[in-house]
């Protein structure tokens, strides 16, 4: 953790020692900001919701960024699945995703539990959403939380990513990787999660980052967008995902997110962004957005089985 603390703020020892210590005494940052599913509900709220100058401009009408202390997973509205807690930071994160043309079809490799599939939906409306999950036993969960919302454009799978590669190509204009990673800003919530920092455990889930990476861009047309996110502050995970998938695939380039622009990361050239803990924005994360090159083109046929399992069937 010290090591990793000297890499990412060199030079700068209150900073190194700001981010230790969101970690290590971490304060509750668990639900910050909500989804609202069903926007209608907004005026039932139980809850307090910031506004004014603690609002960025950006943010779209179907999010709200919560009073500190509040805690919406309570609420009667979340049981009737109005609205969907998430940590600010996943807010900032998923916010790069505005940076796009507003898609018609919706990828989301990594789904469960649902909260970028919900927060893709609520600002883009799309046509079609396929919400994947690779690991069995949290298809259930993913399946319960995007059914609350009541949408008819949710399906969801359990297909591997070279599997999707196989049956999808360029059937969507906007993947959505939020990948498997270290987690380490778990700490930050207060959440156990021993070997996080271990370099062992950092090259396992960049080695497998890329390879569900290289995978999903696949999926996408010409002209459409991939959107890569963690959890984590490795480097490796991060813009070291991106380097290494962009050195095999130069038809993609990273995009500005210009409402991002004080987050950028100082650990690369290209556009990403970084939310740490010690500055208010919840429990942190990485993100960056990658165009594919070319004129958007009409998207392939949604295949079969990607319709096998709309979300209103159950």
Aim: proline share 8%; hydrophobic share 35%; aromatic share 10%.
């Amino acid at each position: 953790m010290l090591r990793q603390a000297a890499q990412l703020f060199p030079d700068e020892e209150s900073e190194q020692i700001a981010f230790l210590n969101s970690l290590v005494n971490p304060e509750d940052r668990k639900y910050r900001a909500v989804i609202w599913t069903k926007p209608e509900a907004k005026d039932c709220a139980d809850f307090s919701v910031r506004s004014g100058d603690e609002v960025p401009s950006w943010l779209p009408g179907q999010i709200s960024l919560l009073s500190p202390g509040e805690s919406p997973g309570k609420s009667k509205l979340f049981e009737d699945g109005a609205i969907y807690p998430i940590d600010t930071s996943s807010v900032y994160t998923a916010s790069a995703m505005l940076a796009a043309v507003p898609p018609r079809r919706i990828l989301d490799v990594c789904a469960a539990p649902g909260g970028k599939s919900l927060f893709a939906d609520s600002v883009f409306n799309p046509e079609f959403i396929f919400s994947n999950e690779v690991v069995g036993k949290r298809l259930g969960i993913l399946r319960y939380n995007l059914k609350k919302s009541g949408r008819p454009n949710f399906y969801t799978g359990n297909l591997d990513p070279a599997e999707l590669a196989e049956v999808a190509p360029e059937v969507f204009d906007l993947a959505i990787v939020d990948a498997p990673c270290s987690g380490q800003s778990l700490l930050a919530k207060g959440t156990e999660n021993p070997g996080c920092f271990h370099p062992n455990i950092i090259k396992g889930n960049a080695k497998r980052q890329l390879r569900i990476l290289s995978r999903s861009a696949q999926c996408v047309v010409a002209g459409g967008y991939l959107f890569y996110s963690t959890c984590t502050f490795a480097r490796r995970e991060n813009e070291g995902a991106i380097e290494k998938f962009l050195k095999h695939h130069g038809e993609f380039t990273p995009v500005e997110v210009p409402h991002l622009g004080e987050f950028q990361s100082e650990l690369c050239d290209f556009p990403c962004y970084r939310i740490y803990p010690h500055r208010r924005k919840g429990a942190g994360g990485f993100t960056c957005l990658l165009r594919k090159d070319g004129d958007h083109q009409e998207l392939a046929e949604i295949p079969e089985k990607l319709q096998v399992y709309p979300v209103t069937s159950d």
